[in-house]
């Protein structure tokens, strides 16, 4: 029998927070399960579907893993050179060999990922580099697989709602300082809030300060972080 594991992202673009990335290890039957239930890709679920959905796809699949990228893991890789590309397919291979071990190296496993460069060939070679056990695998990367094939869509609901509740505890931790909002740069609260409090609470480990709205509000400082590697 070929297992299907499915990986993809939440949490790419924000100014605030981490990036997640989740696997999830499920056999056909269940693959066809969560179809049924309507898993789809989580940019098309509202909220409260999400958690429902999470909470069948865990009880519905063999193994699930996240990662999590932080915004200083993101900045000091973005300084030393390595790009967000690379951090993601690093961490991808992580949730794959964590997967892939034990029990499961005596199955077959197809391996779907939404690839997040627009040179997909290039990127599925910078993935396998990292990926330690690959004679019991084959990997596909595509655009748009959290739309097109279900174990996909269920890492993104995965990943999405361990997104969301990451940024629950970051406005509770931080509510005395206003309201964070989404944590995407278009968000005009976020942008108040990095205005009112991006001084204050630099070193804080919440915010990307490689990203063009930090780095235009707070010029100087964002040189001094480039500078100090």
């Known amino acids: 029998m070929t297992l299907l594991l499915g990986i993809d992202d939440a949490g790419r673009g924000p100014l605030i927070g981490p990036m997640i990335l989740a696997g999830v290890l499920v056999n056909t039957d269940q693959d066809k399960l969560l179809k049924r239930h309507n898993v789809r890709d989580s940019k098309t679920v509202t909220h409260p579907d999400r958690i429902k959905l999470s909470k069948l796809i865990k009880e519905n699949s063999l193994n699930i893993k996240t990662q999590s990228l932080t915004p200083e893991e993101i900045d000091n890789g973005i300084n030393t050179g390595t790009n967000l590309n690379t951090l993601e397919a690093q961490k991808m291979a992580n949730i794959i060999n964590e997967i892939n071990k034990g029990k499961f190296t005596k199955e077959t496993i197809k391996i779907i990922v939404d690839c997040p460069s627009v040179n997909i ?91 063009s709205t930090w780095k235009t509000m707070f010029p100087e400082k964002s040189q001094k972080t480039l500078n100090s590697f």
Not at 145 to 159: G, L, M
Not at 170 to 196: H, V
């Open 121 to 211: 060939p290039a990127w599925t070679n910078t993935l396998m580099k990292y990926i330690q056990v690959k004679n019991n695998i084959s990997v596909v990367c595509e655009h748009k697989a959290d739309a097109n094939h279900t174990s996909v869509s269920a890492a993104s609901i995965i990943a999405k709602v361990e997104r969301e509740e990451n940024v629950e505890k970051i406005k509770e931790e931080y509510k005395k300082y206003g309201n964070i909002g989404s944590g995407y740069p278009a968000d005009p609260f976020t942008k108040e809030f990095l205005k009112k409090n991006g001084e204050e609470l630099k070193d804080s480990g919440i915010f990307r300060k490689t990203w």
